[in-house]
């Protein structure tokens, strides 16, 4: 297991960017695949963005390709999310979650750890 804490969420206007931070306790986290999903109000959770343990082949949701850009750092135990061109529609609370996998996963059944979530608002 590992503890997950994001932040960097907040309210912005459409067209704006923001970057999403992640940080990861324990010594592990370079052995892990990290993911984003997204919760929206009244919807499920679904999958944003995931990349391998190494940052190789990231992979991203139809909705925010060409617009979302997912990286990490090991070396700093951290996984960010960059956001760009936001939309209304990308309005939810953002969770960086992470796998015991090497490469990149994007079902959530296939994460273990979770972060507590940061909220994302975009305004017209």
């Known amino acids: 297991q590992v503890q997950l804490v994001e932040s960097g969420g907040g309210l912005v206007r459409a067209g704006d960017s923001l970057r999403l931070t992640c940080v990861a306790s324990?010594?592990?986290?370079?052995?892990?695949?990290m993911g984003w999903f997204r919760r929206a109000p009244g919807k499920e959770r679904t999958f944003v963005a995931a990349?391998?343990?190494?940052?190789?082949?990231?992979h991203y949701a139809d909705s925010v390709q060409g617009r979302f850009t997912i990286s990490r750092d090991n070396a700093k135990n951290t996984v960010y999310l960059q956001m760009n061109s936001l939309k209304p529609e990308d309005t939810a609370v953002y969770y960086c979650a992470a796998a015991d996998f090497s490469w990149v996963v994007t079902s959530p059944d296939h994460f273990h750890s979770w972060g507590q979530g940061t909220q994302v608002t975009v305004s017209t």
């Open positions: 324990g010594r592990t986290f370079s052995t892990y695949a």
């Open positions: 990349i391998s343990y190494n940052g190789d082949g990231p």
